[in-house]
């Protein structure tokens, strides 16, 4: 039955739909802080050079596989249902492309920590130099995923805006990172071979931030009904 407001024909929300939105959400939510977990070992093993801790990550990465998979059927199966509304087929389809990302996210983390061995076995007294920058992009990463949370956590779109901010932020910090490494190797040439790698580790960050952005640009569309994609290289801040 519909409800009449003036000349506006208002549907009502389906009550299961709201149910399984939720349900999405709760996913989505978990896969991320599952993400965070992930990048936070892999800071450490890279910080402590622990083998058996970047090992675990590798490993763990199934259970980012896990979610994706899991979050992809129930996606399925509200697509294959009738009687859903427009709008919140459309939250559905964003809600696919964030866990999309999410995944990648992850195997970008994964990639990361297969790297250390590379790095950790060297001579340390190169460490501080070479992991700089690593280290303070791994943290700007970390921002953007507890962002991400605090979305699906609140609804709040501020949060999304704030997430693309630091996605900005990120993107800038990489290309001093790659200059800071290559002036290191003109400095000593010695160090060629460990900043090869510590500039491997920075690209994959740097598709993580991408990654975030984009999710950003999801959430953002989902909560305003904002499609901001054609500005992913624009700055919409909202404090």
């Known amino acids: 039955m519909a409800i009449h407001t003036g000349n506006i024909i208002q549907q009502p929300r389906l009550h299961y739909f709201d149910g399984e939105l939720g349900c ?13 977990l992930q990048l936070e ?19 763990r990465d199934v259970k980012i596989n896990a979610y994706h998979a899991k979050i992809e059927t129930e996606v399925r ?8 509304l427009a709008n919140d087929l459309r939250t559905v389809l964003r ?17 990361f920590a297969a790297r250390i061995p590379a790095l950790t076995l060297r001579d340390q007294s190169e460490k501080p130099e070479l992991l700089t920058d690593i280290f303070n992009i791994g943290g700007l990463i ?21 997430l693309m901010h630091y996605g900005l932020h990120c993107e800038t910090q990489v290309q001093e990172g790659i200059k800071q490494q290559l002036a290191l190797v003109l400095q000593n040439p010695e160090l060629l ?4 790698d510590a500039l491997y580790i920075l690209k994959t960050l ?34």
């Open 24 to 36: 999405l959400h709760g996913l989505l939510l978990e896969m991320t802080e599952q993400l965070i």
């Open 41 to 59: 070992q892999t800071l450490h093993a890279l910080d402590y050079a622990d083998m058996a801790l970047a090992l675990s990550v590798i490993e």
């Open 77 to 84: 199966g509200v697509l294959g249902r009738q009687g859903t």
């Open 95 to 111: 809600i696919s492309n964030i866990a999309d990302a999410l995944e990648k996210t992850g195997n970008e983390i994964t990639d």
């Open 142 to 162: 970390k921002i953007m995923l507890n962002k991400m949370t605090a979305v699906l956590e609140s609804r709040d779109s501020n949060q999304a805006y704030k």
């Open 193 to 196: 071979d460990p900043a090869l």
């Open 206 to 239: 740097e598709r993580c931030s991408e990654h975030c952005r984009k999710i950003a640009g999801y959430l953002i569309f989902m909560l305003d009904s904002i499609d901001i994609r054609g500005y992913l290289h624009a700055e919409p801040i909202r404090t």
